[in-house]
């Protein structure tokens, strides 16, 4: 019987405590994936416009990414990139009711979240 009572209620708010299906990871991922592709807009045109300067400007921009942090960013970004694009495809398809059914939207999340640190091997081939 389902329980209605606020009084009564079995109450579990510790979110590290709640073991989260991997669908649900991987739409968390696509929210904050997406966040970061926002926020890092306008980093990627104004860097963008720099290398665009001359030869001097593409050097400084590439000798940024010498820096442990900037190779790190870019990383977290790369996994951005692939997650959000990834899982962007998936909800689309969802949408138009492909891969509904639990076994398959959960191998298809599945699928997202190793295509997201595929992105990331690529992007540290190319940085590191
Ligand atoms: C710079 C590029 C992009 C930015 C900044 C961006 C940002 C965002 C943000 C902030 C959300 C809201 C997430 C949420 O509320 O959970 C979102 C949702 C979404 N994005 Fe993107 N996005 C970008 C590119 C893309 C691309 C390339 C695709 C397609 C492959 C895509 C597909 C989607 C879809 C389908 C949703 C809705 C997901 C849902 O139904 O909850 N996005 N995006």
Redesign the pocket.
């Known amino acids: 019987m389902i329980n209605n009572n606020p009084d009564t209620r079995p109450v579990n708010l510790n979110l590290l405590k709640i073991r989260q299906p991997i669908t649900a990871i991987t739409?968390i991922g696509?929210?904050i994936?997406?966040?970061l592709?926002?926020l890092?807009?306008p980093f990627v045109i104004w860097m963008l416009e720099h290398s665009l300067q001359g030869p001097q400007g593409f050097a400084d921009v590439t000798a940024w990414f010498d820096y442990g942090l900037i190779k790190l960013l870019a990383l977290l970004m790369a996994w951005s990139?692939a997650h959000?694009?990834?899982?962007?495809?998936r909800?689309?398809l969802?949408?138009i009711e492909i891969g509904v059914d639990l076994a398959t939207a959960r191998s298809s999340a599945m699928v997202v979240n190793v295509l997201g640190v595929i992105g990331v091997l690529i992007a540290m081939v190319m940085i590191l």
């Open positions: 739409s696509h929210r994936s997406g966040v592709l926002f890092s807009i990139a959000h694009f990834f899982a962007g495809i909800f689309l969802l949408d």
